[in-house]
């Protein structure tokens, strides 16, 4: 069974920076692809980055130049570094994964597995 459990959330100020984490486990991420979500209050759930398991990189338009998404098959993480944070920003994240063998992709219905979430809040 594949469970995904993310940390790292918080309150940051405007400009400032957060790095997300993503533990996996029943599933190794160096042969996953795996991406990472957000939704806010009131709105629908949308992508924010993808990753490939051969390290192809995908990012929504309003995060280019702002996040990195990268994987640590060590620890078996998949991690999502916020800089310049906006307000914009706040939301709930959610880490997922794919199917095994399956490609990276923007699409929420691509995602097999999710994990509960953690909140970032962007604030002064």
């Known amino acids: 069974q594949v469970q995904l459990v993310e940390s790292g959330g918080g309150l940051v100020q405007p400009g400032g920076s957060l790095r997300l984490s993503c533990a996996a486990s029943g599933r190794t991420v160096s042969s996953t692809a795996m991406g990472w979500f957000r939704q806010a209050p009131g709105k629908e759930r949308e992508f924010v980055a993808a990753?490939?398991?051969?390290?192809?990189?995908y990012y929504a338009d309003s995060v280019k130049g702002r996040f990195t998404i990268s994987r640590d098959n060590a620890k078996n993480t998949v991690d999502l570094q916020m800089n310049s944070l906006k307000p914009e920003d706040t939301a709930v994240y959610y880490c997922a994964a794919r199917g095994a063998g399956a490609t990276a992709t923007m699409t929420l219905e691509g995602y097999d597995h999710w994990g509960q979430g953690t909140q970032v809040t962007v604030s002064s």
């Open positions: 990753i490939s398991w051969g390290l192809n990189r």
